[in-house]
Structure formats: structure tokens, C-alpha cells
């Protein structure tokens, strides 16, 4: 093992070589044993071996497998700067291997070690960003699962920081390809960083990509199967991919697929659905899910078929008013609860996919049946005005969605509760949308403004257990509505 000063010798032949220093081979073996000695030997021999790499090929592995030593040392120090030192291997062929050994250092817990790691990944990436890549998916398809972790943790983190010269359409085409492989097993935390990374490429914002992107949510969903309301995870499954789907959806990009699967595997089966997270509302969640995406409904085969499931789902959740005895009050023990939230999600629902059928109230209802949502909806609207005023929130402008069936039931632009309003000023030009928007163009307002319909700005905040008779049973702000042309 040589000393010190034979490693300070031999450094200094090389660099006194100048253009011929590929002839000092054995200078170069040297300070390639220097690994093999102690702690200062060590030291040297990590900033040694990189600076005079590439003028020996023929010992590439070597020198590679030396510095891998280095960097799995029991000195901290030592390691740090064999880590740091890396990149300068990152030449030709030999870049896969070191993305490779950087990856696989992803699982150091030292801080300082694990920036080192970072840094020198970021560092050859703009390199070779194919060969980096080449490297990181690698190990995430094959290593461990802690390396496996943290690498697709870099690229959900790291990707987005890259120059636009790094993140060629090349690259992102490689991207897409290996997470497709990856996306075949994937955890639900996996799958939401795997949607993170893919939705962050500049190829894929285009209408067509991000349609891509929704049947890639849509095969990891498994929409062409049965679904399962006792299976925990088919359960957990549908929510993780719906939720990245609807952020993807817009007015050309439709949710067709998804409202469908909804309307015809989800609902009838929304009261024995069974969910891994402790404390979710998972009714109250897939309900929201399907409001949020019926307004990008495209064409629906079963269009009457899926209405009217919708519509006797929101039955349900909308009781009749209680019978009055003789005397005025009730004849039952106490009011029947209304759940508001619920029955927001479906009146939106309801609302969003009536518009394409927009004689199903009239027409494809019987005169009792539509007598008898009508009862429900005043009955509902007035338990909401108890409700609002109760709250001392009934302040001027409140109206609700109820009403909006009464009047004109498809005229209206409704926004859910839990969604930012978005105020237009009347004769301001709206801005064309955007093909990644969450939500479709409105018509701009033409001719006077309507006075005669309110703008209704939902009641927030917690409540009381104790207001009136009624038993609310949960939080809600009922849609807001805004009067059409």
C-alpha cells in the first residue's frame, strides 16, 4: 500500500506529464491502491483517481470500483468527497453505470452525504439526461425498495428544476416510456408522484397529451373491470386515480369514461363502500369526485339510463316533509336529517348532465314523480334557509340551487361550494380557456343585468349541533349559482 508521500510522488509524475501522461500507467495504479490504505490515503486517493480519469481507459473499471470503495467507506468524510468527486466519471459509456452507483447512494440518512448524491445526479443529468435516466430507472424498476423510493421522490422533486435545453422532447419521450413500465405495479403514493412528474412535462400539456395522460389514469383505475364496494383497495384504487384525473379534465378532454363508471358501477353501491383510511367520508368523497367531473361530460351512451340513477340516488337524500298532526306540529319524533353535502354533490351532478337532456325533468318524468321532487326540493331549500339564517349568515344575495329547477333548471352556471369563485365583472371580456383548465368557458354576459336572480355566496364555517330541529349532520355550503343568458 503506498504511503503518503509515494501517493504525492506519483501525482506529481502525472501531472508533470502533461499531454503524455497517458504513458504513466503505473503512477496511475499507484494512487489507485492508495483505497487500500489509511484514512489520509484514502483522502488523497479520492481527489486523485477523478482528476486523471480519462487519460486511462483501459482502466476505467478500476478506477470506477476504487472510487465505489471510497464511497461506501466508514469515514464520513472520505465518503463526501468520493461522492463529490463522481461526476467526473459520468464520460461515454461509463454515465449509465455512474447514474447507476449515484441512485443507489440515494439511501444514505447522513444530510450532508445525501445532498452531496443529489447534486452530483443534477450535475451529469445536464450531461446526458438520456443516460441519467437510464441509471434512475434502473434501480427503480430493479433496486431496493428504499432506493426505489427516494429515486422516483429525485424525479417528482428535481425534474421540474432542469433547463428547458436539458428536458428535450427526446427526453420527455423517455420519461413517458419507462414510468408506463414502472405505472404496471406501482403503490398509490407511487402512482400520485408517477401523475406529478408526467403532468409536469412540457409535451404533454397539449390537448392530446393530456388526454393521454387520463387513459393512463384511466388503465391504472382498471375502468374495464367490476367494481368491487367491499374491496378496500379496488376502493382506494378508483379515489388515488380519480383524483389525479380530474385536475386533467377540461372542455376537451372529457371525464366521459369516469362519469360513467361512476353512475353505473359507484352509485348503486355508495352505501357498502368499505376504505382503508380511518375517519374519510368515502360516500361524501366519491360524491364530490363525480360533481367535480360532470361538468366535463362529453357525449354519454347511456345518458337517460345514468340520469336516472343519479336522480333516484338523490332521492334518497332528500326526505319528504314530514306529515302534521291534527294539532300543527309534527307527527313524528323529530325532523328528518338532511344532508346537505351529499345532495349538493348530486343536484350538481344532476344539474351538469341534465343539460344534455334537458326535457328528462318534463318529459322523461311522470307528472308524479316530478310533483314529488318538487315537494322534496321545497322542502330541502326551506330546511336550507333555517339553516343560513340561524347562522346569522343569511345576508343579501343568498339564493341556492334548489330554486334553480323551479325557474329555469338548465339557464344557470353553478360553481360547487368547495371551489374559488370566480367574479366577471358585467361587459368584461373572459379569457379563452386554457386546454389544462379546470373548469369550461362561460358565454359573457349580453344585455342588462339581471336583478331579479342572486348571486348565492354559501354559508361557511362551523355550526351548532343545537340550531332548530333540524339534524344537519355535517358541514355544508350548498353550489353557488349564477344566472345565465
Known sequence: ??????????????????????????????????????????????????????????????????????????????????????????????????????????????????????????????????????????????????????????????LKTLPDEVLTKEVEELILTESKKVLEDVTGEEFVLFMKILSGLKSLQTVSGRQQLVELVAEQADLEQTFNPSDPDCVDRLLQCTRQAVPLFSKNVHSTRFVTYFCEQVLPNLGTLTTPVEGLDIQLEVLKLLAEMSSFCGDMEKLETNLRKLFDKLLEYMPLPPEEAENGENAGNEEPKLQFSYVECLLYSFHQLGRKLPDFLTAKLNAEKLKDFKIRLQYFARGLQVYIRQLRLALQGKTDLCWEFFIFPYLTTVTLSWKPVQKVEIGQKRASEDTTSGSPPKKSSAGPKRDARQIYNPPSGKYSSNLGNFNYGERFRLGTSNMGD
Open 1 to 158: 500500500m503506498p504511503t503518503v508521500e509515494e501517493l504525492y510522488r506519483n501525482y506529481g509524475i502525472l501531472a508533470d506529464a502533461t499531454e503524455q501522461v497517458g504513458q504513466h500507467k503505473d503512477a496511475y495504479q499507484v494512487i489507485l491502491d492508495g483505497v487500500k490504505g489509511g484514512t489520509k490515503e484514502k483522502r488523497l486517493a479520492a481527489q486523485f483517481i477523478p482528476k486523471f480519469f480519462k487519460h486511462f481507459p483501459e482502466l476505467a473499471d478500476s478506477a470506477i470500483n476504487a472510487q465505489l470503495d471510497l464511497c461506501e467507506d466508514e469515514d464520513v468524510s472520505i465518503r463526501r468527497q468520493a461522492i463529490k468527486e463522481l461526476p467526473q466519471f459520468a464520460t461515454g459509456e461509463n454515465l449509465p453505470r455512474v447514474a447507476d452507483i449515484l441512485t443507489q447512494l440515494l439511501q444514505t440518512d447522513d444530510s450532508a452525504e445525501f445532498n452531496l448524491v443529489n447534486n452530483a445526479l443534477l450535475s451529469i443529468f445536464k450531461m446526458d439526461a438520456k443516460g441519467t435516466l437510464g441509471g434512475l430507472f434502473s434501480q427503480i424498476l430493479q433496486g431496493e425498495d428504499i432506493v426505489r423510493e427516494r429515486a422516483i421522490k429525485f424525479l417528482s422533486t428535481k
